[in-house]
């Protein structure tokens, strides 16, 4: 989101963020909420342990914390403070104190600091959130603070600052590298008039860093995912001064970037934005404001990553493996241009002419504005494959049990009562527990006869015996089922548990 004025190779560029907020006179029905945005895209609230998302900002904003506890009691979301640990506010150098200057831009670093704050801890709630503070607005010390965030145990890193690549980047791209942390950046926005050349920026840019673009999002009736496209202020292109990491290399390739890399990398929502409360935004109304922009975009990937655990290092190949294996882990956004945003011009240094048509707009599979695409839930983020994936469905019944009783009319059923007696969750990889209530179908199997019942969340379902069914039932003094749990995921296939019961009369 944030853009900044060109500078000379060698010379650090000043990053300066851009006001990218319209003000809501409460929470507003056009900026998304937490909820909102974890429905669209099949989010649970609460994901793996031990995740900490660490904010990189600018300038001390000393009603962040304020704000989020605002935002959080008016959501519903789990309190995040500093009291219990939740919430930690450092400077470059990870330590509490001193902290920076008020900021010097009349609120718009504050507005970044709330918003990604407030993102990051909407869309995952079991995640720890960091904001490091950098003393100025320039390269070299959003650098430290990145590098401060990594030490302090930080296992996903995003940032919103986005000046235009220059080979002076080089000297500080070691500090945007530590194997246990994924970093996450900000594409920014190519209309914003403030510097953008028609380049990529930094540090989207380095191959390790997750570039994130925007998109345009609809939702259907029910709130659910509808549909998407490009968000036409999304930057995209190919860098002028890195080379494409090796999982990168064939999709780089074919959107005309040869082997040098490609922005973007994956995309979510930037347009209709979130709601958002900023004390001190510099703007005028408030505290409520409505956001948009790539700085919505990148902390949504920064929770989601948080919500799956963290891959650190191998989280940008990890991707990309999916996007080749599992497609169907994406949204893949197939609609919608850049246009003046994306300018596929030869490069002054290399010989690169990307095309138009794929390095700035959406098409099948990769394209550059959006990259892999959406996140369709967990799917394209788990360490070992999606939840119901075709590599990893670990579903579990936790209970099954069951009793006869006698119907009207002297037909005998099987009652199975959901609420209590019967319970099924499944398990992914991560130890993170889903329920299946909203895709679930139960199949039971009665001797040779298979019987479908209600999705699960019905009370109570019952299932009627056969004549020889009961008579078996009256001859043996029990009688076998076969409970089968049947769900389809976002990846795979159905996949299925079994578990036998015994029912006696």
Known sequence: MVAAMPSNAGTPALVRAPIAIERAAAASAQGLSPQQIRQAYALPAGGAGGQRIAIISAFNDPHVAVDLAAYTKHYGVAPCTEASGCLRIINEQGKTKPLPQLDLTG???????????????????????????????DVPDFAHAVHAAALAHATVVVT???????????????DFSHPGTAFVAAAGEAATGDGYTGGVNFPSDLPG?????????????????????????????????????????????????????????????????????????????????????????APIIAGVIGLAGSLGG????????????????????????????CIPIPSPYYNIAPTAALICQAGRGYDGPTGLGTPFGLAAFLRNGGALSRSHPRLTISSASGK??????????????????????????????????????????VAKGKLRLAPLGAESVKVPLTAVERQSLSR??????????????????????????????
Do not use: M
């Open 209 to 297: 860093v997750l570039a994130v673009g925007g998109t345009v999002l609809r939702r259907g009736p029910s709130g659910a995912y509808g549909s998407e496209s490009v968000w036409d202020s999304t930057v995209s292109g190919c860098s002028e001064q890195e080379y494409a990491g090796l999982w990168q290399l064939t999709d780089a390739a074919e959107v005309g970037c040869q082997a040098r890399r490609a922005v973007v990398d994956i995309a979510a929502l930037s347009e209709p934005g979130a709601s958002v409360h900023i004390t001190d935004s510099g703007s005028p109304g408030g505290p409520w404001f409505d956001a948009d922009g790539t700085s919505v975009s």
């Open 404 to 445: 006869l009783v006698l119907q009207r009319g002297g037909v005998t059923h099987f009652l199975l009562r959901n609420s209590n007696a019967f319970a099924v969750t499944g398990t992914v990889a991560t130890s993170i527990s889903f329920p299946l209530a909203s895709g679930g179908t139960l199949a039971v199997t």
């Open 314 to 341: 191998n989280e940008a190949s990890t991707l990309y493996a999916r996007g080749l294996n599992d497609p169907g882990a994406f949204h893949d956004i197939t609609h919608g241009d850049n246009g003046t945003g």
């Open 160 to 174: 919103t600052f986005t000046p235009p690549e220059d080979p002076f980047d080089e000297t500080v791209a070691a």
């Open 476 to 505: 043996a003094g029990q009688l076998r089922l076969t409970i089968r749990l049947q769900v389809r995921g976002p990846v795979a296939p159905t996949v299925g548990k079994a578990r036998a019961l015994h029912l006696y009369p």
């Open 107 to 137: 609120g718009q670093w504050n507005t970044e600091s709330a918003l990604g704050v407030e993102l990051a801890r909407g869309v995952c709630q079991t995640c720890g959130i960091t904001l490091v503070e950098a003393t100025e607005d």
